[in-house]
């Protein structure tokens, strides 16, 4: 979530949004794009050890 | 006492002789023969020269483990520089020659390097070549690297295939003929890859019985019954990868586009169930001296024998640690050959018996402890298993070929690919499968079979396995075969413990004991660091053989158990891949698909150059007969100032913004105000990164209360829409917008200069009048009678119209406005003169005249920093430290002091330090301008401003030149704006 307004954030969590990403060994949520079809964007929770695919939604859409 | 072809037997075709060449002597072999067997055939001992010591190697394997044969070989047109022998089917007309050799490699000039092998070891290069490796680089590139490559294209086809299958059994051996059987009557749909040309896998070369039949019959016959029941066999195929979901890369040599037409086929399969049926590989015995030709794996005699019936010598020396190799002495003195068979175990095993009463020399607690011979093997040295002296060899037999069998390895290549974990098996001296990866069952050799009626009933019950998970049931019996006698173990064995014999562990890299003792005694403790430090394991067989051999080495030299040391990371390929295969149809044209304008032919009749732009052919420029491009440039550039140019910018992206909250939206996303645009009118834009950098820049048009049409750069355009498209989806998903791209419904040309009005008034009922349509207005209405959009905005400085129609009519709007034009001196302009024109007014080009690091304030952009209220993408970091530093760099324009000389963009402008130089900045664009008649240039230059206020003078620098400039204003034409406006 993008951090607003932005008069109130302050330097360090700005870039924190910008730039820090947890690099979780294992369930990890990303943001996928359907690029090569529908276009459409979605949030998915995959395991980056297995690989496996833990759960697909819509930005938005509750757990 | 060379190789020879027997009379009769084999799985040849005799029937079929097939001429070839091998360094340039005619040379014959049979269908059915691999390039190896038939070399071995004709007796030729030596194939190649070892990659660092140029050391004579022969023929060692029989299929993909071969670390020697590798060799050029050209047929029908095609080439492959780095062939391995033992996998190359034989063709009529091959011609074949070795590599990493000069001349030829039975002479080669460098055989001198051996003698130098002490300075030679692993690593050397890490320690060499000081001060200056430059210096020896021209002539170790000539020395290194295997084969030569031809400059011809590659004519060859490749195609990708995918499909989706229940089971993919990897391996058309018994195991995976029995799984694949017991699939298919099951009713699942099945592919059953092998990559050799005929499916049976060992059966091929190995005495067997099944189900009452001859162990080949019964792979023929079993073949046959897959193929009536549906499944769909690829032999000579090889599954190269192992991918994620079930997915998993083949590769299909097809041969000389036998049926269709493609060489190679890459195939993507994604299977709900996997039998990895891979077989295990034979690995060496070490000893002295083994890397000499006629050294051959065990294993790889056999096959020779009874697949392509080549008896390798009349004279053998089998060395062994395990009962496997005693089927090869058997099968030798069988052919008539003298066998002595070394065994490092002990005791004789209870095979030795039939082999003893065949007549073969059986000496149990020995190895061979020497090998001697030039350019081959003529003598060999056998001793005690644990000598630790050459001197202690007790008996010197004559022989032309050592068979090695030091125990198997399973094929656990998918399996690892996979995340599969391993297992050292202490009894069996080996890697296994620490259980199946789900969705996979291992079977046969794979997962330890050590019989071949275990073999078949592992296959089976995978088969059933594949079935259950899928929900049905198999009807077949499984296949049987007479109950073998248990095996003695094997004794693992690594190396004769001979100090300071070289003994070969990787023979493709030349990687030798010593080598792998120097990496441990140096700390290269890790199996990782060992492979790199070495390079064992890193040449095109990828350590098949070797790996294991070495690392057993490693444990023992620090101190370590096997399991401990463990393997290094499995990656695809298994064998290498050709990148054709790769590519398959999109090279050349195919690649990428080009963008052409809807008047495309009109330029090109007019002799336009024409030119890649962002994946868009367009006109660079129209060369006339008489003039290079730089004049054209410079003639089409004075003319859009002088009277009219015309320019096509169909590519120009257009994007309609549609909906209730479509202002509210795009004010979110651009720097700019936008809800304020009034319909009619268009604004300059830039879109920023939420990083606050500039990503592009444009112009939108206010089309009604709720409609934007949006115009980013030609290169950008999908790139904007794509992201506006994930900030309304992830971000904004409430807001009600849509986002149409619409860049080739529209033709779009731009008509520029002083006579541009006066000539377009006559064709549009469109009111042009400066009330009417002053700059930045658009205004809708007909032009020759077809509905068009005209829009006042310039990117040339001069008064400019672009003239929007349906696509369609983009080639007859040219014509006609070439044709009005002409009374007015109307001249056709293209991207580079464009180029010229924006730079004279000094107007940006994304990309060139910006980066990565670019922010709306270092062009000089900045009053909606200040004014808007709203959020807006990229506002926050606008604000931070660095964003408001005082010494950013910032675009300005640049007056060389000798008004002739154009700099080089990218040259650094420099302040000369204690130390050296410091850059301040760099030339972004230059050209030499018409309308100033001197050379000019931008630049992004640190403090630029106040730089062009003070009128600052700095010294460009360029490959050691030096090139006075002025810091001026990047606005060298028309700096008021008459010429737009009025």
Sequence with gaps: ?63 | MTARRLAEGGRIDRGTVLPFTWQGAKLTGFAGDTLASALLANGVKVVGRSFKYHRARGIWGAWVEEPNAILDVEWNGIQDPDARATTVELRAGMAVRGVNARPDVDGDIYRGIDLLQRFLPAGFYYKTFFPNWHRYEPRIREMAGLGRLRTAADTRKFETRSAQVDVLVVGGGPAGLAAARAAASAGLSVILADDRPELGGSLLWQSASIDGQVGADWAAATARDLVAAGVRLMPRTTVFGAYDDGAFGLLERRTAAADGWAEERLWTVRARHAVLATGAIERPLVFPHNDRPGVMLASAVLQYLLQYSVLVADDVVVTTNNDSAYDVALALRAAGAVVTLADVRPEAPAVARAAIEAGVRVLPGSIVLHTIGRDGVRLVDIGPADATSARAATLRVPASVVAVSGGLSPAVHLHSQSRGKLRWDEARAAFLPNGAVAGQSLVGALAGAETLAATLASGHQAGIAAALALGRTVTATAPSSPAARRADPIRPYWYVPIKGARQWIDLQNDVTVKDIKLAARENYASVEHLKRYTTLGMATDQGKTSNVNGLAILAEATGRQIPQVGTTTFRPPYTPITFGAIAGMRHGTLHTPWRRLPAHAEHVALGADMREYGGWWRPACYPRADETPAQAIQREAAAARRSIGLFDGSSLGKIVVDGPDAAAFLNLMYYNELANLKPGRLRYVLLLRESGIVYDDGVVSRIGPERYQLSPSSSHTAGVLSALEAWRQTEYPSMRVAFHDVTGAWATLAVSGPDSRAMLASLTDIDLRPEALPHMAFAEGHILGVAARIARVSFTGERNYEVSVPAGYGPALWRALMEAGEPRDITPYGIEALSVLRAEKGYILIGTDTDGMTLPDDLGISGPLRSKKVDFVGKRSLTTPDATRTNRRQFVGLLPLDTTAVPHPGAHAIERTAGGMRSLGWVTSACCSPALGRAIALGMIEAGRARAESGAELDLFHLGQTLRVRVVSPVFYDPAGEKLHG
Aim: net charge negative.
């Design chain 1, 1 to 63: 979530m993008r951090p607003v307004p932005a008069e109130q954030v302050s330097d360090a969590n700005w870039a924190d949004y910008l730039y820090f990403r947890d690099n979780d060994k294992g369930p990890h949520r990303e943001i996928w794009c359907h690029s090569a079809g529908c276009g459409q964007w979605f949030v998915m929770e995959r395991d980056t050890v297995t690989h496996a695919v833990l759960s697909v939604r819509k930005p938005g859409e509750p757990a």
